[in-house]
C-alpha cells in the first residue's frame, strides 16, 4: 500500500505473450501489461482422479498429514502411496488412528528405509501392494474406498472414514509452458538470478528447478527475482 502497488485476488491466468511487453490473459478475459513478469504460482496436490475425490476433499479426502491427522483419531484411515510423503503421513496418523492402510501401487515401497522401519513397528498398519483406489463413496463424508487388485485382477470396498492422498505435487506452470522452458517434472527452469529462458520473465519458489521446496527457501528465491525483475525493467527502459 505504501508503494501504490496493487493486489488482484480471485483471478487465474490462462495464458501469457511475450514480447518487449509481457502480457498476462486471465480467466475472465481481462489482460495485465508490463514490462517484466514474475511466475511463482507453486504445486499443488497430485489428485487421483476418481470418482468420488472432487466431491469429497475436505469431507473425509485430505493430502496433508501434518494438517489434518489429529481429526481422525480413533478413525480407519487410507494412505495412498509409497514415497517419503506417503509413509511420513502414515506414521503420523498411526499415532492417531485406528488401523491404516497404505495402498501402494508398485510391488514395493520406495520411500527411504529409516520410515519403512519406523512403519514396520505399528501394529496397526497393514500395506497393499499393487493396489490402486478406483473410486471413493459417501454421502456428506467418506464411508468406504474400492481397490483394485492389479496382479489378480480383482476389486475390493474397504470401509474407512478417511483418504490421505500422498502421490506427489504437480508444478502450476501450464499456462506458460510454451513460453519458458520446463524440466521433465514440469518445473520453470531458472538459473541463479531467478531468470528463465526468456528476457524479462522470471520465476521462483516451489514452481521452479531450485530443490528442497521450503517456505524459507521460496521466501529468498522471491526477493532474488524481485530484484533480479527490477535490474532488468532499469537496464531495459
Known amino acids: 500500500e505504501q508503494f501504490e502497488i ?16 509481457k502480457k498476462v490473459e486471465c480467466e475472465d478475459g481481462n489482460v495485465y501489461q508490463a514490462k517484466s513478469l514474475i511466475i511463482t504460482t507453486g504445486k499443488r496436490w497430485r489428485r487421483l482422479n476418481v470418482p468420488g475425490e472432487a ?6 479426502v485430505a493430502y496433508c498429514a501434518i494438517c ?14 509409497g514415497g517419503n510423503s506417503a509413509i511420513e503421513a502414515a506414521i503420523d496418523l498411526a499415532k492417531l488412528a485406528t488401523s491404516v492402510t497404505v495402498i ?27 493396489h ?3 473410486a471413493i463413496h459417501g454421502t456428506g463424508a467418506v464411508e468406504a474406498v474400492t481397490v ?3 496382479k489378480n485382477k480383482k476389486e475390493n470396498r474397504l470401509s474407512v472414514q478417511g483418504i490421505f492422498i500422498e502421490i ?13 522452458s520446463l524440466n521433465e517434472y514440469g518445473e520453470i527452469i531458472i538459473d541463479c538470478n531467478c531468470r528463465t529462458s526468456r528476457p524479462g520473465i522470471f520465476a521462483a519458489g516451489d514452481v521452479t528447478s531450485v530443490p528442497y521446496k521450503q517456505i524459507i527457501i ?15 525493467v532499469l537496464t531495459n527502459k
Do not use: M, R, W
Open 55 to 60: 466431491e469429497l476433499t475436505g469431507k473425509g
Open 132 to 134: 490402486e483406489i478406483k
Open 168 to 180: 506427489g505435487l504437480v508444478p502450476n506452470s501450464d499456462f506458460v509452458k510454451n513460453v519458458v
Open 148 to 150: 483394485h487388485d492389479i
Open 68 to 81: 489434518d491427522a489429529p481429526l481422525f483419531k480413533d478413525k480407519d484411515v487410507i494412505v495412498v502411496g
Open 6 to 21: 496493487g493486489f488482484l485476488q480471485g483471478y487465474k491466468a490462462t495464458k501469457v505473450i511475450d514480447g518487449n511487453i
Open 104 to 130: 501402494q501401487l508398485l510391488p514395493s515401497l520406495t520411500a527411504d528405509k529409516v520410515l519403512i522401519d519406523e512403519l514396520s513397528q505399528f501394529t496397526n498398519v497393514s500395506i497393499l501392494y499393487e
Open 218 to 232: 521460496a521466501a529468498g528465491e522471491g526477493a532474488k527475482a524481485a530484484l533480479s525483475a527490477c535490474d532488468y
